[in-house]
């Protein structure tokens, strides 16, 4: 079982932006950072999540059930209802991600439970400036 916590932080809204993935497996932890140098704080999130996947596509097999955390309300709603109005490109692109694993048990979280993620992606968008 892997979990997945991604976040994004964008300075402006749109603006540069910063993606962050932690990932854990068993006793190991993955750290990873992006950057954006334009989105809006949504669209951030979408990306964030897209990156986590496909290190994950990349580096694991498919037949693991994955454990994704986000404090994105609209992120996770959109992927639990596989609809949004104004992310629909995001999420179908996102969506062929998830489709590699059997299970991904989507969860929204309160921001204080993401920490990792947000401090990875608060570091990413420090490396813009």
């Known amino acids: 079982m892997i979990k997945l916590y991604t976040d994004a932080a964008t ?8 993606l962050g993935a ?14 954006l140098p334009q989105a809006d704080n949504h669209q951030g999130e979408f990306v964030a999540a897209r990156f ?16 994704f955390y986000t404090d994105s309300r609209l992120l996770s709603d959109a992927i639990g209802k596989n609809y949004t109005k104004h992310y629909q490109a ?5 969506n062929e991600r998830l489709a590699h694993f059997p299970t991904v048990v989507t969860q929204w979280i309160p921001d204080r ?17």
């Open 11 to 18: 300075k402006g809204n749109p603006g540069p932006t910063g």
């Open 22 to 35: 932690l990932i854990l497996v068993g006793h190991q932890q993955f750290q990873l950072t992006s950057t």
């Open 113 to 129: 439970q993401n920490g990792g993620a947000h401090h990875l992606a608060n570091q990413a968008l420090q490396s813009l400036e």
């Open 90 to 94: 995001e999420l179908a692109q996102l």
């Open 52 to 67: 986590g996947f496909d290190y994950l596509i990349r580096h694991f097999p498919d037949e693991q059930t994955v454990l």
